[in-house]
Nanobody, 127 residues
C-alpha cells in the first residue's frame, strides 16, 4: 500500500509561488490517480487538482485554473503542485491523495474517490 508524505509548504507573500511535493512509498504509485486537496480553517476540505496515472490528463478546480499546475514523476513516485500568483484565499493545509478509481476527469474532485491521504502541509499566503 502506498503511503504519502507532503512537503514544500510555507509562508509566501501574495503574488508569490510555491511548489508542493508528495512523495509516495511503495511500488504501485503509477497505478494511482493522484489529487491535491486543501482545507482552510473552519472550512470543508476542497478539491484543487488531479492527474491520471500516466500524467497525460489533468483536472483543476475553477478557483486555481491557470495558476496551479499538477504534475507527476512516476519514476520517482512523486506528484507535484506548482502554485503561482498565490492569493490569501489560497491559505490552507494542502493534502495529496491517491485513488484507484477509473479516471473520469470531472468526477475526480470527489473526496470519496481517494483511499489514501497524506498528513498535509501548511501553505500561508500573506497580503
Amino acid at each position: 500500500q502506498v503511503q504519502l508524505v507532503e512537503s514544500g509548504g510555507g509562508l509566501v507573500q501574495a503574488g508569490g509561488s510555491l511548489r508542493l511535493s508528495c512523495a509516495a512509498s511503495g511500488r504501485s504509485f503509477s497505478t494511482y490517480a493522484m489529487g491535491w486537496f486543501r482545507q482552510a480553517p473552519g472550512k470543508e476540505r476542497e478539491f484543487v487538482a488531479a492527474i491520471n496515472r500516466s500524467g497525460g490528463s489533468t483536472y483543476y478546480a475553477d478557483s486555481v485554473k491557470g495558476r496551479f499546475t499538477i504534475s507527476r514523476d512516476n519514476a520517482n513516485s512523486t506528484v507535484y503542485l506548482k502554485m503561482e500568483s498565490l492569493k490569501p484565499d489560497d491559505t490552507a493545509v494542502y493534502y495529496c491523495a491517491a485513488s484507484l478509481r477509473t479516471w473520469r476527469a470531472q468526477a475526480m474532485g470527489a473526496l470519496g474517490l481517494y483511499a489514501l491521504w497524506g498528513q498535509g502541509t501548511q501553505v500561508t499566503v500573506s497580503s
